[in-house]
């Protein structure tokens, strides 16, 4: 089943704005990462967090972590038109194999 | 550097012909391998995964298969496509570092 659960389904903005996407997860987690998946393509992997990390930057990218909340944000500062695609949180479960469950992802338009 | 290779880009095919879908992977060595699909608008599904040559564990019955023949090689068959067969297929491996690298994906359709 599905762990990870992005919300906003679909968010729209103007160039030069934030983009806020945030993940939902059910079960304990080793780590959760953040994909892109521009249209037609494969996902890009941004970024990991680790389930005892609480903050990361990476450029443009800041994402949390609150694993009493089971939750997770990634935060897009100063967008621009290149940054439209859809973005997927992935957690990694802990334990012998750890089993990869993607979320169903958020469709980001920055409109220039 | 790790490069992952995966063919063809777009594939049609009639319903009830068989598939095959190849995935290669340089710059490693006994990575963990894994096919996914994805349907339109909707997140990825786990098919298969695979630890090592001949290793392979399915997530969910399906009307596909998946094989390990190489360390590096992973290919992701079916002897008769059905129309759900249809989707965008995904091959990647993936580090406990870096995280999972994708291939670019195929993109399938059964007519």
């Known amino acids: 089943s599905q762990q990870g659960e992005e919300d906003p389904q679909a968010l729209s903005i103007q160039e030069g704005e934030n983009a806020t996407m945030n993940c939902s997860y059910k079960?304990?987690?080793?780590?959760l990462q953040w994909y892109r998946q521009n249209s037609g393509r494969g996902l890009v992997h941004l970024i990991l967090?680790?389930?005892?990390?609480r903050e990361k930057h990476s450029g443009r990218l800041r994402v949390t972590l609150d694993t009493s909340k089971k939750s997770s944000s990634l935060l897009i500062t100063a967008s621009r038109a290149a940054d439209t695609a859809s973005y997927f949180c992935?957690?990694?479960?802990?334990?012998?194999?750890?089993?990869?469950?993607f979320g169903t992802g958020t469709k980001l338009q920055v409109i220039p | 550097s790790q490069t992952i290779h995966q063919w063809p880009a777009t594939l049609v095919q009639p319903v009830g012909s068989p598939l095959s879908l190849e995935c290669t992977v340089e710059?490693?060595?006994?990575?963990?391998l894994y096919w996914y699909r994805q349907a339109a608008g909707r997140g990825l599904q786990l098919l298969f995964y695979?630890?090592?040559?001949?290793?392979i564990s399915s997530e969910v019955p399906q009307n596909l298969s998946a094989s390990r023949p190489q360390d590096r090689q992973f290919i992701l068959s079916s002897k008769k496509l059905l129309l759900s067969d249809s989707g965008f297929y995904l091959c990647?491996?993936?580090?406990?570092?870096?995280?999972?690298?994708f291939g670019s994906g195929t993109r399938l359709t059964v007519v």
């Open positions: 695979s630890v090592g040559i001949g290793q």
């Open positions: 079960t304990s987690i080793n780590n």
């Open positions: 967090i680790r389930s005892n990390e």
């Open positions: 992935a957690t990694v479960g802990s334990g012998g194999y750890q089993k990869v469950t």
């Open positions: 710059g490693t060595s006994n990575p963990n």
């Open positions: 990647a491996w993936s580090s406990s570092h870096y995280g999972y690298t």
